[in-house]
Each structure stands twice: as structure tokens, then as C-alpha cells.
């Protein structure tokens, strides 16, 4: 069964450094999305991205956010300058229309 | 903003039926119920959804209220493994994607 995939699994990161999250969404899935969720908290939506642009974004979602489909398979999200509240389990998400999300198995940033 | 309001925890003994209940009262006409979820900190799982008849799949059924103000996901032989944060949620759908918003959702426990 397709899966989302997610790279690294864990990333450890100095305050003020930037970070590439990294996600493969399933291949012929149309719609992406990250969310963030802080240890403790709940699952929050950042940005949903479809036909190369952000269709919409959160209020969490500032200038240090960015995201990019750089090629046919893979979906980034970039924070320019970390913070240390940037400390989060990052989720990617995708579907092929406005239905169900699948989501992967995330990325553990720890910012130091 | 969720739009959903569900119990905090329930327990539930292995080998029986988790009822979890989940109350949208502000629903839309259009809008679908979504129930995922967390196992650790997992990527939510997707469940089952629906509008506004009952659905099973292989792993839950949901009971929809003729008026759709109140659901239920029932897992019919809980397992030790069902063990996770359920959440429920309503659907808000724009042209190019669907946020989904996450609550604080039902911690359940299944007791061996």
C-alpha cells in the first residue's frame, strides 16, 4: 500500500540554523500539507500546497516558512532561522483530491 | 478552530467494543466527519469518515445521528494495539484542499 515517507526521522538543529524537512508524498497525490505538532499539544495545520503554490496557510506559517516541490516526487518545508519553540514533530500530508489526508510518519526536530 | 467536542479519556477492556463519542452541533450541510488517530507520536492514522449514513470498513464503524449533530466511532473488539489519541473532525473544504483541524481528541485505553 503507498505510503507517505518522511526524511530524516529525527534532526537536531543550533538556534538560528536552517532546516530542510523532507517528505515523498504517494505518487499520484495532487494536494500536499505539512502540519506541526509540539510535544504535548495538538496537531496544527501550517500550509497546504497544490498546482506548485500555497493554496492556504496558518497564522504559525510566517516568513521563516517556506515550501517547495523541487522535483516530481519530493515536498520540502524550509525554516530559514530555527527557534527553540520551533521544536516539533513535523507532519506531511497528501491526497489526490478534497478527500481523505494521508499522513507520514514525521520528522522529530529538536532545536538547541 | 475544531468543531468538535469529545471526552478527554476513556478505558475500555480488551476483547469489547470502544463506543467514542464525538459532538459537532455546528455542522455543515457539506461538511464530512473524519475520525484519525495517534498512536504515540505517530502520523495520524486515518479511520473511517462519512456525511450522513453509517460507515464500516475493516477496522470501525460510525454511527451519524439522523440529525448530525453527534457521532460515534465504535472499534467492535478492542485490542491492546487500539491503544491511542482518537480524533474527531469535521471537514472544512475550500476549492484547493481541505485543512483538517485537530482537537485535543480521546486518549483510549484498552485495559487487558
Known amino acids: 500500500e503507498p505510503e507517505v515517507t518522511q526524511t530524516p526521522s529525527h534532526q537536531v538543529t543550533q538556534m538560528g540554523q536552517e532546516v530542510i524537512l523532507r517528505c515523498v508524498p504517494i505518487?499520484?497525490?495532487?494536494?500536499f500539507y505539512w502540519y506541526r505538532q509540539i510535544l504535548g499539544q495538538k496537531v496544527e495545520f501550517l500550509v497546504s500546497f497544490y498546482n506548485n503554490e500555497i493554496s492556504e496557510k496558518s497564522e504559525i506559517f510566517d516568513d521563516q516558512f517556506s515550501v517547495e516541490r523541487p522535483d516530481g516526487s519530493n515536498f520540502t518545508l524550509k525554516i530559514r532561522s530555527t527557534k527553540l519553540e520551533d521544536s516539533a514533530m513535523y507532519f506531511c500530508?497528501?491526497?489526490?483530491?478534497?478527500?481523505?489526508?494521508?499522513f507520514g510518519p514525521g520528522t522529530r526536530l529538536l532545536v538547541l | 478552530d475544531a468543531k468538535t467536542t469529545q471526552p478527554t479519556s476513556m478505558d475500555c477492556a480488551e476483547g469489547r467494543a470502544a463506543n467514542l463519542p464525538c459532538n459537532h452541533s455546528?455542522?455543515?450541510?457539506?461538511?464530512?466527519v473524519y475520525w484519525y488517530r495517534q498512536i504515540h507520536s505517530q502520523g495520524p492514522q486515518y479511520i473511517i469518515h462519512?456525511?450522513?449514513n453509517n460507515e464500516t470498513n475493516e477496522m470501525a464503524s460510525l454511527i451519524i445521528t439522523e440529525d448530525r449533530k453527534s457521532s460515534t466511532l465504535i472499534l467492535p473488539h478492542a485490542t491492546l494495539r487500539d491503544t491511542a489519541v482518537y480524533y474527531c473532525?469535521?471537514?472544512?473544504?475550500?476549492?484547493?484542499?481541505?485543512?483538517?483541524?485537530f482537537g485535543t481528541g480521546t486518549s483510549l485505553t484498552v485495559i487487558p
Open positions: 500530508a497528501s491526497n489526490y483530491h478534497q478527500e481523505t489526508q494521508y
Open positions: 473532525i469535521v471537514r472544512v473544504a475550500v476549492y484547493t484542499g481541505n485543512q483538517f483541524y
Open positions: 462519512g456525511l450522513k
Open positions: 455546528t455542522i455543515s450541510g457539506n461538511e464530512y
Open positions: 505518487s499520484n497525490h495532487l494536494y
